[in-house]
């Protein structure tokens, strides 16, 4: 599917333009009348572009994403349950943008959904879904953040950012290991192993950071 044909069904979330970018999907879906799931669910996203313009100011890039999959996904509605295979995103770039009235352009981007009306009757305590993550992985992916708001202005650029996350999960007193490195601007290094868990919210990582010049 080439994304900037179904603009107009994009359009009412997006406070932007989808410029570029092919979606593929695949899916399984085995139904019987003692359970029901779909399995596998594969997602491919390539050369994503997507722009936005604020005030009338010249139209800018925010998002860029040379390839993005999430493969491997099972999704069991009687058991609430939602397993994510693999989740990989290489070439991916990001630009923030405060200006100097500390508006966020990119959290600008998205247009929220209308609020459908209160339901009549609050969850049970074990409506909740489980999610589990079985691997994440960033490969050479970059953030660029602008503050116009701070004088002088600052600048700060993310890097090189590669990742790895196995084991994540919703489920209470469950942690998944994680791996994070990435360069700092032109010469700093950052980088954390170690462990992270969901419910509660608690880390255990090993940090190591060096040159990181954090002046506007």
């Known amino acids: 599917l080439a994304l900037p044909k179904y603009m107009p069904y994009i359009q009412p979330y997006l406070n932007g333009r989808v410029t570029g970018g092919s979606l593929d999907l695949g899916a399984t879906l085995q139904w019987s009348q ?115 708001q701070a004088q002088p202005p600052a600048r700060i650029e993310l890097n090189q950012i590669s990742a790895t996350v196995a084991g994540l999960s919703t489920e209470p007193e469950t942690h998944a290991t994680i791996a994070l490195k990435l360069l700092w601007s032109e010469q700093g290094t950052f980088s954390a192993d170690g462990t992270l868990g969901v419910q509660p919210l608690a880390a255990d990582l090993k940090i190591a950071a060096k040159d990181l010049d954090i002046r506007p």
């Not at 994403?65 to 999430?70: L, N, T």
């Not at 770039?93 to 209160?118: Q, S």
């Not at 009757?121 to 074990?126: A, L, T, V």
């Open 34 to 148: 003692a359970d029901g799931r779909i399995d596998p669910l594969t997602v491919r996203l390539s050369d994503l572009r997507v722009t936005q313009n604020h005030d009338g100011a010249p139209e800018k890039e925010i998002i860029a994403i040379g390839r993005a999959e999430v493969a491997g996904t099972r999704i069991e509605p009687d058991r609430r349950t939602i397993t994510f295979g693999r989740v990989s995103t290489e070439d991916g770039k990001v630009w923030v943008e405060r200006d100097a009235e500390g508006r966020i352009d990119l959290l600008g981007a998205l247009r929220p959904p209308a609020a459908d009306a209160p339901p009549t009757q609050s969850p049970g305590p074990n409506s909740a879904w489980k999610i589990l993550l079985t691997e994440l992985s960033l490969q050479n992916c970059a953030v660029a953040f602008s503050d116009l």
